[in-house]
């Protein structure tokens, strides 16, 4: 049996405090998702007249990599090319809606669970041909990962959303330090 170790650092009180933002930014990101599900109709959902993928589509990947963050936390190595790419997500509403749920609460569980702030193993192909990449990182890494990726794809649903004709809070889909400039308010430090 092999075992992964994970290299233990001692947490000091602002290490937790943006582990603990990472994990509220996850929740804000799956929170829009949530926000723009309660809009739709199935039909919407699974349109994709616009850019070729539909709001479904992006929902799903969306989730895809959340669930591989989940798959490879308990061994310390989070392979992104192993999503599920579960197709009933993507085509269904209320699979969409259930599995966003979950997500939502494995998401507010990792605030409850002692920090780790261990090294990871993070897998992903970046060329279609060729090796996927294998390299060191941590969990507050992926964390801040997974919102940026989240926001992304976000700002793609917003587009698709608003081209059905549906009403979009102006904020969703903006990255934080957009909201912030547009704002004029000075950024946090």
């Known amino acids: 049996m092999t075992s992964t170790k994970i290299e233990q650092r001692t947490t000091g009180p602002e290490e937790r405090n ?5 994990i509220s930014g996850c929740e804000n990101c799956l929170a829009q998702c949530d926000q723009v599900l309660q809009i739709l109709s199935q039909e919407n959902f699974v349109d994709a007249s ?5 709001i479904g589509a992006h929902i799903r990947h969306i989730l895809d990599r959340f669930h591989c963050l989940f798959a490879g936390l308990p061994a310390a190595s989070i392979d992104y090319d192993d999503r599920k790419r579960d197709r009933e997500i993507e085509h269904n509403l209320e699979a969409a809606r259930f599995a966003l749920a979950t997500v939502k609460r494995r998401v ?12 990871i193993t ?3 192909a970046v ?3 060729g090796p996927a990449v294998q390299i060191p990182s941590t969990l507050e890494r992926e964390l801040m990962s997974l919102i940026t990726h989240s926001i992304h794809h976000l700002a793609v ?21 957009t909201l912030v400039f547009e704002r004029g308010e000075s950024p946090a430090n």
Not at 18 to 22: F, I
Not at 108 to 119: D, I, K, V
Not at 157 to 177: E, F, M, N, R, T
Request: glycine share 10%; hydrophobic share 40%.
């Open 18 to 22: 943006s582990e603990v933002l990472l």
């Open 50 to 54: 616009g850019d070729g993928a539909s």
């Open 108 to 119: 507010e569980q990792l605030a409850h669970q002692p920090s780790t702030n261990g090294l």
């Open 122 to 124: 993070v897998r992903e």
């Open 127 to 129: 060329l279609p041909a």
């Open 157 to 177: 649903i917003v587009l698709i959303a608003k081209s059905l004709g549906h009403q979009i809070d102006d904020d969703l889909g903006k990255a934080p330090s």
